[in-house]
């Protein structure tokens, strides 16, 4: 097919900073102006195909997704922060007179993204061996990165699942998740970026001192790099016993698929974090659900008393229940199979019925298999520097739920995030300084979490907030909280305030950030230039 050619926009119709949507034939296309000059890109995030006119633009020529955070330059179309994988596709502009003119090959305009370019996958069995221990968002995003940077050595992904790595949020708000749909990328795709992948494999030891992991059949390998990615683990309750085959943990593809199949009038959710709250969402239509947990107000810890509470009632006008400040004494197991449970039984004496109970109690890094050759803090983690690598070793990179790294916009200070894009972005920065860029992580934290068809989202880091400011109605779910310490606003939460987060986002990252004093005095973060 010939090249379109279509005038799309006069030069005067964007100032800089500004972008909007035109079309080319039936399909829509990204107009950006940054520093005098127009690019032109696909319009749609390559992770859930967002709409990118409705995030925002930085003067650097940055564009970062309204809904979940990926962030791509409209110069070259490439990826710069996930969650997304690909990147966007560039489209030829030129200037006649006044007139923008925008150059397409029509296949390409059918298209969402492009995948990053690869360097040539080697052929010498005894190149240089990056492996990377853990098939999840850490592990497939560091070998993705270390092909996009140029890394010519080999790459080996060793995974204990058996499946290629998957979009590990679908499996608590989506019930139709399957393994195989759910696949960040085919194996053709890996194979062809060269990358090889071991599934149903695990590792028994991990010995940097001389560069060998051994996995549990007695298998040594040898490294030149290593990336540890291997995620965090369910944690279990004391009292809940682990034979019970009504009990189920959220991790993987197969819990998803026991705890959303069959008939299931009573569900018990331990835990009003998201991941028990996503569960209750999504099981509510055809279940009975009650939320135990031991907060007064759901995902209290991390967003505030008065939002969960906000939360709770979105809940509750859906049909579940909660038992709140309440604390797990046991099971009782059924009288006709003593491996199922029956009911669960509070401290209080309480007992609530349950053909299905699922535990939404957290996650733990799952180190213990390095105790023994690594320095693990209290909570399991490793400490990493900037660039992800392990502190006290020799190219060894810690990236994801495992990493307690520096973070960019807290003047170094060191924090754990378990967030799936946190793991993806911090194995791209594995990745790329393995190929021997000088990549520091300077990535803002950003999660989001679905409910009832509502999105809320957050960026940022604060445990340590001494107040919330509120913009917006609680009661109506069209809100902005700022989490604040002192005078410092140290994350932002929003629910149909779009795109307020990812403006935040890049605010944190640009140093911009209003103070506490101006959001209270009703400051609009969305006029802040950037």
Same mark, same amino acid.
């Given at each position: 097919?010939?090249?379109?050619?279509?005038?799309?926009?006069?030069?005067?119709?964007?100032?800089?900073?500004?972008?909007?949507?035109?079309?080319?034939?039936?399909?829509?296309?990204?107009?950006?102006?940054? @520093?005098?000059?127009? #690019?032109?890109?696909?319009?749609?995030?390559?992770?859930?195909?967002?709409?990118?006119?409705?995030?925002?633009?930085?003067?650097?020529?940055?564009?970062?997704?309204?809904?979940?955070?990926?962030?791509?330059?409209?110069?070259?179309?490439?990826?710069?922060?996930?969650?997304?994988?690909?990147?966007?596709?560039?489209?030829?502009?030129?200037?006649?007179?006044?007139?923008?003119?925008?150059?397409?090959?029509?296949?390409?305009?059918?298209?969402?993204?492009?995948?990053?370019?690869?360097?040539?996958?080697?052929?010498?069995?005894?190149?240089?061996?990056?492996?990377?221990?853990?098939?999840?968002?850490?592990?497939?995003? @560091? @070998?993705?990165?270390?092909?996009?940077?140029?890394?010519?050595?080999?790459?080996?992904?060793?995974?204990?699942?058996? &499946?290629?790595?998957?979009?590990?949020?679908?499996?608590?708000?989506?019930?139709?998740?399957? @393994?195989?749909? +759910?696949?960040?990328?085919?194996?053709?795709?890996?194979?062809?970026?060269?990358?090889?992948?071991? $599934?149903?494999?695990?590792?028994?030891?991990?010995?940097?001192?001389?560069?060998?992991?051994?996995?549990?059949?007695?298998?040594?390998?040898?490294?030149?790099?290593?990336?540890?990615?291997?995620?965090?683990?369910?944690?279990?309750?004391?009292?809940?016993?682990?034979?019970?085959?009504?009990?189920?943990?959220?991790?993987?593809?197969?819990?998803?698929?026991?705890? &959303?199949?069959?008939?299931?009038?009573?569900?018990?959710?331990?835990?009003?974090?998201?991941?028990?709250?996503?569960?209750?969402?999504? $099981?509510?239509?055809?279940?009975?659900?009650?939320?135990?947990?031991?907060?007064?107000?759901? #995902?209290?810890?991390?967003?505030?008393?008065?939002?969960?509470? +906000?939360?709770?009632?979105?809940?509750?006008?859906?049909?579940?229940?909660?038992?709140?400040?309440?604390?797990?004494?046991?099971?009782?197991?059924?009288?006709?199979?003593?491996?199922?449970?029956?009911?669960?039984?509070?401290?209080?004496?309480?007992?609530?019925?349950?053909?299905?109970?699922?535990?939404?109690?957290?996650?733990?890094?799952?180190?213990?298999?390095?105790?023994?050759? #690594?320095?693990?803090?209290?909570?399991?983690?490793?400490?990493?520097?900037?660039?992800?690598?392990?502190?006290?070793?020799?190219?060894? &990179?810690?990236?994801?739920?495992?990493?307690?790294?520096?973070?960019?916009?807290?003047?170094?200070?060191?924090?754990?995030?378990?967030?799936?894009?946190?793991?993806?972005?911090?194995?791209?920065?594995?990745?790329?300084?393995?190929?021997?860029?000088?990549?520091?992580?300077?990535?803002?934290?950003?999660?989001?979490?679905?409910?009832?068809?509502?999105?809320?989202?957050?960026?940022?880091?604060?445990?340590?907030?001494?107040?919330?400011?509120?913009?917006?109605?609680?009661?109506?779910?069209?809100?902005?909280?700022? &989490?604040?310490?002192?005078?410092?606003?140290?994350?932002?939460?929003?629910?149909?305030?779009?795109?307020?987060?990812?403006?935040?986002?890049?605010?944190?990252?640009?140093?911009?950030?209003?103070?506490?004093?101006?959001?209270?005095?009703?400051?609009?973060?969305?006029?802040?230039? $950037?």
């Amino acid at each position: 097919m010939s090249t379109l050619h279509t005038h799309v926009a006069n030069v005067d119709d964007l100032e800089d900073g500004q972008m909007t949507e035109v079309e080319i034939g039936n399909a829509k296309v990204l107009l950006s102006r940054v @520093a005098g000059t127009y #690019f032109a890109t696909s319009a749609l995030c390559t992770h859930y195909k967002a709409p990118l006119v409705k995030g925002v633009l930085s003067a650097d020529g940055r564009v970062t997704c309204p809904w979940h955070g990926s962030c791509f330059s409209v110069c070259t179309g490439d990826l710069e922060d996930t969650p997304g994988l690909d990147a966007l596709i560039r489209f030829k502009v030129t200037i006649d007179g006044e007139k923008v003119i925008v150059s397409a090959n029509p296949e390409d305009l059918d298209k969402v993204g492009r995948a990053p370019p690869v360097c040539a996958v080697p052929k010498d069995a005894n190149a240089p061996l990056a492996l990377i221990v853990g098939g999840g968002a850490g592990g497939i995003s @560091a @070998a993705e990165s270390m092909r996009e940077s140029g890394f010519t050595g080999r790459v080996l992904i060793v995974s204990s699942e058996p &499946y290629l790595p998957i979009d590990r949020p679908k499996l608590s708000k989506d019930a139709t998740v399957d @393994a195989s749909k +759910a696949a960040l990328r085919s194996a053709d795709e890996l194979r062809q970026a060269g990358i090889d992948i071991r $599934l149903s494999t695990t590792v028994q030891k991990v010995d940097p001192s001389t560069h060998t992991v051994t996995l549990t059949t007695g298998e040594v390998l040898n490294y030149a790099h290593l990336v540890l990615a291997v995620g965090g683990k369910p944690q279990r309750l004391p009292n809940i016993p682990e034979d019970m085959n009504n009990v189920f943990l959220l991790r993987s593809a197969e819990n998803a698929t026991a705890i &959303y199949s069959g008939k299931k009038p009573q569900v018990v959710i331990i835990g009003s974090s998201f991941i028990g709250m996503e569960i209750a969402s999504v $099981l509510s239509q055809q279940a009975n659900i009650t939320v135990v947990a031991i907060e007064k107000e759901p #995902f209290q810890r991390v967003l505030g008393e008065r939002i969960g509470a +906000a939360v709770r009632r979105l809940h509750e006008q859906n049909g579940v229940s909660f038992v709140m400040e309440a604390m797990v004494d046991g099971i009782l197991r059924s009288p006709t199979d003593a491996a199922s449970a029956a009911a669960i039984q509070l401290k209080s004496g309480q007992q609530l019925p349950a053909d299905v109970v699922v535990v939404g109690a957290g996650v733990r890094p799952a180190t213990e298999f390095l105790r023994d050759t #690594f320095t693990l803090e209290k909570d399991g983690s490793l400490v990493v520097d900037a660039h992800m690598r392990v502190c006290g070793t020799d190219n060894v &990179y810690a990236v994801g739920d495992i990493a307690t790294f520096p973070c960019c916009f807290k003047d170094g200070a060191p924090i754990r995030v378990e967030h799936w894009s946190v793991g993806l972005n911090t194995g791209r920065c594995a990745g790329k300084n393995i190929a021997g860029q000088d990549a520091p992580y300077k990535t803002v934290p950003y999660f989001w979490t679905a409910m009832f068809g509502k999105s809320l989202r957050y960026c940022g880091h604060s445990v340590d907030y001494d107040d919330v400011i509120i913009q917006g109605d609680l009661d109506a779910l069209a809100f902005a909280a700022f &989490y604040v310490h002192g005078n410092q606003v140290q994350a932002v939460a929003s629910l149909n305030k779009d795109p307020t987060v990812s403006q935040a986002s890049e605010l944190f990252r640009l140093g911009r950030m209003p103070s506490a004093d101006k959001i209270r005095d009703g400051l609009d973060i969305l006029t802040v230039n $950037l």
